[in-house]
């Protein structure tokens, strides 16, 4: 173990201090002292002080020198009485486990989020790094509640050169996308109202929806046209439903897009009933052929559709930084964002304003999206060598995720439990729908970087998987 030249001098004041010989408030040596009677440097005598204080044995006081610290306070007696256990949802923290636990890079397909790898920490980090430079303490403030005006102006532009008219005025920006997604339901519903989303749909929208005290209806998602309409027209018809909480492009977890006839009917549906359109954008960036696919928002005239994203999934899940486009609801989004938290991050705000102006954002998108792609093609030959015959594994279009359906025959439960037991992480199907629908498929998210040994880890898997037939 590396060891330190003052710890000639503080493991001889720790020892007093131990046994006594050194008390509360009790001076100690002076630096030059110390120095002289060691042969240190200042800096090491320095040094050993400092760890002495982070210890918490030794205070400083200015010009007076160093005193043992006062310890009086460690002297009370502790308060006696047994806190309650905490009490934790168990459906909730099973989920919570389910997409977000971690094992190995070479086995865990769960969270559906860029890996430590995949992410552009060094352009973030440099980039962060000039942004405290050049703001200072003003990042100390509190930022407008809707958001810095040039990251909304930014922002609106990008949206513009993708078909839709935003004015930043309407925009907001928010604590990533959950956050985005409550401030758009509150706006447009009360508790006890109805909603549907796409189905199916991951746990984390499920989970805003029940806290807000909303009833949901779920709403297949469909594998050619993306989007069941003919179900929610009829949804619509029976059931007084406030809103569609929908991921058009590369919807998480299947990977579907929906066609632009399919946006368009989605759309001419929502206007007939008068039901809000919450498109989820997350995905859009991430697309593997030509261009950006076009978004429902882009087909609204008559201002139906709220539009929300983050770049929690394309730059990094750690920068809080969504935001969302209101609209006709801006009055309600606005007072919804302030009981929310007074400001994003001013630090992320910057940040993700200098990422964009300085087209970083889009030079990151180029390389990943092409990874992504890579993985995901990687990941499809093999899931579809080595699983059971009669298993479908959806091919994205963008995105991060597969969609895997096993044969109506296959043994699920013995599938999970050997999953479970050699570590290997899916995000079972169950996870997506408050029913239990979706028993036979999991997801497979190729987020992470993909090494020749998580390809065996799938072959094998793929291969046991055989024998639970
Ligand atoms: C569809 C969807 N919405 C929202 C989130 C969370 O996004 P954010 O970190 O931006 O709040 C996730 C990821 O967990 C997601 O998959």
């Known amino acids: 173990m590396k060891t330190y030249k003052y710890e000639a001098f503080t493991a001889v004041i720790e020892e007093q201090i131990r046994n006594r010989i050194l008390q509360s408030g009790d001076k100690l040596p002076s630096i030059r002292e110390i120095k002289a009677k060691y042969s240190l440097s200042t800096s090491s005598v320095q040094n050993g002080f400092e760890y002495l204080i982070i210890k918490g044995l030794v205070e400083s006081s200015p010009r007076s020198g160093y005193f043992v610290a006062d310890k009086r306070e460690e002297n009370i007696p502790e308060f006696r009485t047994k806190l309650p256990p905490v009490v934790r949802d168990e459906v909730f923290m099973k989920n919570m486990l389910l997409t977000s636990k971690r094992i190995s890079e070479s086995s865990s397909f769960n969270t559906a989020v860029p890996g430590d790898l995949l992410i552009p920490q060094k352009l973030i980090l440099r980039t962060m790094q000039e942004v405290i430079r050049e703001k200072g303490a003003s990042l100390l403030r509190y930022y407008p509640s809707n958001g810095l005006e ?240 009669g298993s479908y594994f959806h091919r994205p279009q963008g995105g991060y995720s597969i969609w895997a359906q096993m044969p109506e025959n296959m043994d699920m439960k013995r599938f999970h439990q050997y999953c479970e037991k050699h570590n290997i992480l899916f995000t079972p199907g169950n996870t997506f729908s408050l029913t239990d629908k979706y028993d036979h498929h999991f997801r497979v998210v190729f987020a992470e970087r993909i090494t020749p040994e998580s390809l065996q880890v799938l072959d094998k898997t793929g291969t046991k998987a055989c024998e639970f037939m």
């Open 150 to 389: 040039a990251l909304r102006k930014q922002i609106a532009k990008q949206m513009g050169i993708y078909g839709c008219r935003f004015n930043p005025d309407e925009l907001i920006i928010t604590d990533g996308a959950l956050q985005a997604l409550t401030i758009a339901l509150t706006s447009v519903t009360r508790a006890g109202d109805v909603v549907a989303v796409d189905s199916p749909c991951v746990f984390s929208i499920l989970e805003v929806i029940a806290n807000l005290g909303l009833k949901v209806i779920e709403v297949p998602v469909h594998y050619r046209s993306g989007f069941d309409t003919d179900y929610f027209r009829k949804v619509c018809g029976e059931n007084n439903v406030r809103a569609l909480i929908v991921t058009p492009n590369f919807h998480n977890p299947t990977g579907i897009m929906m066609s632009d006839d399919t946006k368009k009917e989605l759309l001419k549906i929502a206007e007939d009933h008068q039901i809000c359109i919450i498109e989820n954008d997350m995905y859009s960036d991430l697309y593997f052929e030509e261009k950006r696919p076009s978004s429902i928002k882009s087909f609204d005239e008559k201002g139906w559709v709220i539009m929300y994203s983050s770049f929690s999934k394309t730059l990094a899940p750690g920068i809080r930084l969504g935001w969302l486009c209101a609209g006709q609801f801006y009055a309600r989004a606005e007072r919804a964002k302030f009981a929310l938290g007074r400001s994003v991050s001013p630090l992320y705000q910057e940040l993700i304003l200098k990422l964009l102006q300085e087209n970083s954002y889009e030079r990151h998108l180029r390389s990943f999206r092409k990874k992504l792609n890579q993985q995901a093609i990687q990941l499809l030959e093999v899931l579809r060598k080595s699983f059971p015959e």
